[in-house]
């Protein structure tokens, strides 16, 4: 890939996620650094809502790169993730060269052409007359089923696809791959030797408050504080399924909709439908659960005086 554009170092890496409001850790932007500089595809893993697929997005725009965005889901196949003959077309054309007498020859080389041809997210990718090579978000890949991993690995290595009836498309410069997984499934060895890993785990209080600083700016320093840590608090608990970051951005951004200074337990209990998104946490938070958290956090902040 062109380095006309890329960071230089690993604080220039950091500086630039920076300058895109998306705050990364030292490791994170290390591993970033690395899958630029090496060509290799980036693989994240992590609890859903840790803003893995962020990453793709921010670097997307960092580097002024198109972002081509492959969703993963169960039953994923060559069709929905690659290319796939237009048949409709085909036996139309078909159809009308019956018609005209057209040499039989000559419309089986034509049928297979470029014309017929409908390009998925991974073509696209890897297309050569792409102007730059693209950021590709292969999102969610636990979602897909075991074998769609097999076809990857023909992408992963070689950033090529063979199509039977029309050739092996070839990226002239690879595209930035990024890869992220929920880890509902374990992903196979074979695609992750290929790729740069980094565990995204959820931040910690300080860097949560700077995400927070920057993605919600007009938030009172009060209520940031105390949404950051009411946060923190709920994610030492048992839940299905912990608050995420984007969470906590939403639920701050409901708050001040409501003009709330400060997190009282009636506010909390109304509006924990907007942090938690399973009926099961929801109970458990406010059956006394969040009126201890809020109060555990007035007692810290009366030790801090």
């Not at 595809?41 to 725009?61: C, Q, V």
């Not at 965005?69 to 039953?75: S, T």
């Not at 929905?80 to 419309?107: K, V």
Request: one cysteine or more; aromatic letters at 6%; charged letters at 25%.
């Amino acid at each position: 890939m062109p380095a006309i554009n890329l960071p230089d170092s690993i604080d220039d890496t950091a500086a630039r996620l920076l300058a895109q409001e998306y705050v990364p850790e030292r490791a994170l932007a290390t591993t970033v650094f690395l899958a630029l500089k090496l060509q290799r595809p980036l693989f994240l893993e992590g609890e859903p809502g840790t803003g893995k697929t962020e990453i793709a997005k921010t670097l997307a725009t960092m580097l002024g790169r198109p972002l081509i965005r492959l969703q993963c889901h169960e039953g994923l196949d060559l069709a929905g993730a690659a290319y796939e003959w237009n048949y409709a077309r085909q036996m139309l054309e078909i159809r009308l060269a019956e018609g005209t007498g057209a040499p039989r020859a000559q419309l089986a080389d034509e049928l297979f052409g470029e014309r017929f041809l409908i390009r998925r997210a991974l073509l696209q990718a890897i297309d050569p007359a792409q102007p730059a090579p693209p950021v590709l978000l292969i999102d969610e890949l636990d979602r897909a089923d075991e074998p769609f991993e097999a076809f990857l690995l023909e992408v992963l290595s070689d950033f090529q696809i063979t199509i039977p009836e029309y050739g092996t498309v070839k990226a002239l410069t690879p595209p930035i791959v990024v890869l992220t997984s929920n880890r509902t499934r374990e992903i196979h060895d074979a695609v992750k030797r290929r790729c740069l890993y980094h565990w995204v785990g959820f931040p910690d209080a300080a860097r949560e408050a700077q995400i927070l600083a920057r993605r919600v700016p007009g938030a009172p320093q009060a209520l940031a504080a105390e949404v950051v840590a009411f946060v923190q608090r709920l994610r030492e608990i048992e839940l299905y399924k912990p608050p995420g970051i984007a969470e906590t951005i939403e639920w701050t951004r409901a708050l001040m909709a409501l003009d709330a200074v400060v997190l009282d337990p009636e506010t909390v209990s109304l509006t924990l439908g907007v942090l938690l998104k399973y009926q099961d946490d929801i109970a458990r938070v406010q059956g006394g659960e969040s009126t201890r958290v809020l109060d555990g956090l007035r007692r810290g902040h009366e030790a801090a005086r």
